[in-house]
């Protein structure tokens, strides 16, 4: 089982629907969380950090469920630009990061 | 302010050949994580350097080597090249090391170098 997992998708969308991603990890000693997007045969842009508390950045809303080790990505009113990959990554405080191998999104008009 | 530089953007080499890729962090930060990256898969972590020592290490063997100099400016060798260390390496900065007090930090990517193992 991998330390990180995502459901690969992809997810094919119509522009301005919502759209939900999420991302378990098994390292319950884990202590950072962040989501990245990755465009194709380009570099991870980050995206937002996830906090305890539930974070939110315009269309992007992020949530952090220790209990159940799992963090999500929700996106509101799709946008074209939206298509991408969204990779969640898990840090430890050991120096370690992980990230999952992503999930793909196509926002189609 | 420049982002994350990396070199040289491409690389091919033979196996059995060694290599050396560079990267200079962001100004201001102190911290380089190296990655490697398949078609398909997220990237996979190689070494964190934080203030010129190593503060973490992935699942990699021990042909695969970084250091960190004064300037912050980082290398990543790896010996002995196979077919597969055929990726795309990645190099990315924090302004802080990850560790016991530094529990959040985020890391900014360079471009990356594209090596073929040939």
């Known amino acids: 089982r991998k330390e990180v997992e995502q459901d690969p998708g992809p997810f094919n969308v119509p522009e301005g629907a919502t759209v939900a991603f999420n991302c378990t990890y098994s390292n319950s000693a884990s202590q950072s969380f962040f989501w990245y997007r990755q465009d194709c045969r380009k570099e991870p842009k980050l995206l937002m950090s996830?906090?305890?508390s539930g974070n939110e950045d315009g269309r992007f809303t992020a949530q952090l469920n220790r209990a159940s080790q799992y963090i999500s990505l929700l996106i509101r009113d799709s946008k074209l630009s939206d298509s991408a990959t969204y990779l969640c990554?898990?840090?430890?405080?050991?120096?370690?990061?992980?990230f999952g191998d992503g999930t793909t999104l196509t926002v189609k008009p | 302010d420049a982002g994350v530089t990396q070199s040289p953007t491409h690389l091919i080499k033979t196996r059995g050949q060694h290599v050396t890729l560079r990267c200079s962090p962001i100004?201001?930060?102190?911290?380089v994580s190296w990655y490697q990256q398949v078609l398909g898969q997220g990237p996979q972590f190689i070494f964190q350097?934080?203030?010129?020592?190593?503060?973490g290490r992935g699942n990699f063997p021990d042909r695969f080597s970084a250091r960190q100099f004064p300037n912050y400016s980082s290398e990543l060798n790896v010996n002995a090249l196979l077919l597969g260390d055929s990726a795309l390496y990645l190099c990315?900065?924090?302004?802080?090391?990850?560790?016991?007090?530094?529990?959040?930090?985020?890391?900014?990517f360079g471009p990356g170098t594209r090596l073929t193992v040939t």
């Open positions: 996830v906090y305890s």
């Open positions: 100004s201001g930060h102190k911290s």
């Open positions: 990554v898990v840090n430890t405080n050991a120096g370690k990061s992980t």
């Open positions: 350097y934080y203030e010129k020592e190593e503060r």
């Open positions: 990315a900065s924090s302004l802080e090391g990850q560790g016991r007090s530094h529990p959040n930090y985020e890391q900014y």
